[in-house]
């Protein structure tokens, strides 16, 4: 076996015939916060690393006002959290980002990264998904653009084909009168996963929920929601027992992994709780 | 693959041959002898390896140095000037902010990128700045009093 080697192309269409050169034994690399770990844990062992750091295109942050935030597949977890565009427009994603592991990791993970790697103990794909986020594919096929919850195929797994590279995010801009939370759970200090995440995503006027969103990470292969559920919520006051009621029918129709931040059955109490919290605190309820 | 590159490191430029698959942990450590950085848990939890890329902080045991070629890296030995202590540094010592000093050299560079960002920062700031920096021996409220040291109002 050859030893490893780093390549830089300077544009998507470089990095794509790369790409399709090398194949099975090449990899994508962003910033490496993901991809280097898999290296030495020895976890994968490409022969070719294709870089994109050196892909200007990929780089943009746009909020255009009432049609949505558009990024590039390098912008930082940091700069999520701390753009005044997003802190403005996006309150929430700001607060999603910046409950990411740590200072360093947000500094260096990407947007495009974490939503590639499809690591199940991630925080920002459930906000994302709740938010009706859009991720665009390019290959020398040409390019897609798909809902970002069918991104995610399993632990690890994306849809994405072979040949193809996520380049652009796009998340619609939220209508007037809709609230947003994301709520994390930590089981130990020094642990910086979830355990659960929820994001909870409400439309709504005059007290009346119109339409909400439910998105429960880190505790399956994939981001949860359950629209058959969601849509019991249409049309009904939101109150304590409506929270209670979308947070029981979520509990019951997870069916949670038991990992080291927390067992099946613990997760699934947990799951019970911050759904209804989440309702409540994106709906207003106090 | 070996790879020839040059890497700026505290504010000079050293040519050296790399692996493509060495972090830039092990090239600071092992051809640079700047044993500052430490690996703690070698996946980006703990904060040992805090070195500083183009003033902010990351984990060098997640860079390739590859990756870090034509970017500013600060290490714990770049701090200092001429025997002069950096005022972080004096402020772990006079707080007695360490007791077996494994995690200090990550604090400090987390403490000196803090204080770029968030010249006064208050209580909360800093913990939730530093959340990522581990100390086993529990040094924390010590690591606390130091950084309040070093706040601009502090010194006013």
Redesign the interface.
Known sequence: MGELEFLRPKSVADALKMLVAYGDEAKLIAAGSAVVLMLTQRLIAPRYLISLERLQELYSLNHDPGIGLHLGAMVTHYQMESSPAVRTAFPVLANTFHKVANIRIRHQATVGGVLCEADYASDPPAMLIALGALVKAVSPRGERWLDLSELFQDFYQTNLAPDEILTDIFVPEMERGTGATYLKFNTRSSEDRPCVGVAAVIEHNKGICEKLRVVVGAVAGTPQEFPEIEAQANGRALREELAREIGHAYAESIDPISDLRGSGSYRRQVIEVLVRRAILQAGGVT | ???EITLHINGRDYPTTV???Q?LLEVLRDQFHLYGAREGC????C?AC?VL?EG????A????A??AEGKSITTIEGLSHDERLHPVQQAYLDQAAFQCAYCTPGFIL?TV?LLEEHPNPDDDTIRD?L????CRCGSYINILDAVRQCRQSASS
């Open positions: 693959m070996k790879r692996h493509t698959h972090t070698g996946v980006g939890m904060g805090t890329l902010k902080p990351v984990s045991c997640l860079s390739l590859v990756m987390t990128a700045y959340a990522g920096n581990l």
